[in-house]
């Protein structure tokens, strides 16, 4: 594939006095904070949603579900789309549905309207602009710092959770659920539009090189160490159909697919089950931002230390975050303590949260090619099914047994699963992380 040639930010961005990957990451952070927070919101529509219209649990979770599962469906698209079109035109499109969807949400009346806006077009949208579409163009513009780049754009997550959640929470209990919806519409459409037109895909595409290396050679003509493992593995071009015929991807699937349904499970129901256990819903709320905030140092810091000592340690990290989350949930029940949710709070945030800072690399540094977007795009089915199983499966489960506990002991058995298959994909087998190259260097 021929490199697309620079457009015209080249004119400015080689005048700045730092690396335009930074701007990207900047802006990343920006979108996260807010377009997350859009999605996520709806842990705290839901409870008012199912007290004003009587909808059971498993149907008003289903429109959360029903929107990840249509964005599962379109992801191989999205991901032809950002190979070919770039992340502009992939994420200011996330910002036309979600901004519509939550604009439109005041008009709900049946749950067909439901679905149609809070459950698909935000849905949709957010997946176009949050960790998904994100993780197939961030990794681009660094290789070094790979982990830590990621993670920082990422952390935005738990500053828009800290300031946004409460907020939100605040309008839906003085004005209602309908203007918590317009101000979160509004925010997406006035913020996110005009700053993403400084994103790009790559830093090629403007003349640039990946960390802000320059184009000349080395001091002294000496080649930089090279962090590939496989040779045979990487002097492949892998289109999808390569990538799908190896166990790799498969076992990729399988670890995205039990991780997200972990994740999402407990991020929708968690504000309404502490609710039911005793706490007041400015505490649950409180709670779900708090997990997003410790998840800050969590996420950079995890993040950092995978570029020195591997993706699947800290992907297991991340796993084990949610499995001792769940089971202080399950404790909780019987001992609603301030203790146990600071236990459930930081081991989901600080540990949990981390597997979004190398969900991109461990892809990119076994399928790293022209064709990267296409192939994340499809195994973003398995992350989309995931996030839509996990909060449907969960409410199923509540309403046929009248306790979230089964639902729970579920997602514990996921993320084990999860973090198995991402050891066996081994993407330290393909290509090592930095601090890996520097001590075979020492050796």
């Known amino acids: ?17 730092f690396y335009y990957g930074w701007v990207i990451i900047a802006v990343a952070f920006v979108t996260m904070a807010i377009a997350v927070t859009a999605r996520t919101a709806y842990s705290l529509l839901m409870p008012p949603l199912i007290d004003e219209f009587g909808w059971d649990r498993g149907l008003a979770a289903g429109a959360f579900s029903f929107g990840f599962l249509v964005s599962a469906v379109l992801s191989p698209i999205v991901g032809r789309v950002m190979d070919r079109r770039g992340p502009l035109v992939v994420i200011e499109s996330g910002v036309v549905l979600v901004s519509a969807g939550l604009l439109l949400a005041p008009a709900i009346e049946t749950p067909l309207h439901l679905y149609l806006t809070l459950g698909l077009a935000v849905g949709c949208g957010a997946n176009l602009m949050t960790f998904t579409a994100h993780s197939q163009f961030l990794p681009n513009w660094f290789v070094r710092r790979r982990g830590l780049a990621v993670s920082v754009a990422f952390s935005g997550v738990g500053v828009g959770a800290i300031v946004l959640l409460p907020w939100l929470q605040s309008i839906i209990e003085g004005e209602g659920w309908r203007a918590a919806c317009w101000a979160m519409g509004l925010l997406v459409l006035l913020a996110l539009g005009p700053l993403n037109l400084l994103v790009r895909r790559r830093p090629q595409d403007i003349g640039l090189l990946p960390d802000g290396e320059r184009r000349e050679a080395t001091p002294g003509g000496t080649r930089k160490p090279s ?8 002097s492949i071009e892998w289109t999808l159909g390569r990538a799908a015929r190896t166990g790799r991807f ?37 709670g779900l931002g708090i997990v997003s905030v410790v998840a800050i ?24 975050g949610f499995a001792i989350c769940y089971a202080a949930l399950i404790a909780l029940e019987q001992t609603p303590s301030p203790a146990l949710l600071w236990i459930m709070i930081i081991s989901q945030g600080a540990l949990g949260y981390a597997l979004t800072s190398v969900m991109g690399a461990i892809v990119a540094e076994i399928f790293e090619g022209p064709h990267f977007g296409s192939i994340f795009g499809t195994i973003t089915i398995a992350l989309i099914g995931g996030g839509a199983a996990g909060p449907f499966v969960a409410g199923v489960i509540h309403d046929l047994t009248g306790s979230y506990r089964p639902a729970f002991v579920l997602a514990i058995a996921c ?3 999860s973090a198995i298959a991402i050891w066996i994909a081994a993407p330290r087998k393909v290509r090592l992380v930095p601090g890996r190259v520097t001590a075979r260097m020492r050796r």
Not at 1 to 17: G, V
């Open 250 to 286: 498969w076992w990729i699937i399988v670890g995205f697919f039990s991780a997200l349904f972990a994740w999402y499970a407990v991020q929708v129901h968690q504000t309404k089950y502490l609710m039911e256990i005793g706490f007041d819903p400015l505490t649950a709320a409180w």
């Open 297 to 320: 140092p969590g996420q950079i810091g995890l993040g950092a230390l995978s570029d020195r000592i591997g993706r699947e340690w800290i992907w297991t990290v991340g796993c084990a």
């Open 415 to 417: 993320c084990v699963v």
């Open 1 to 17: 594939m021929n490199e697309t040639p620079p457009d015209r930010h080249a004119r400015w961005t080689h005048r700045l006095p």
């Open 227 to 234: 962090n590939i493992v496989d040779v045979a593995w990487t």
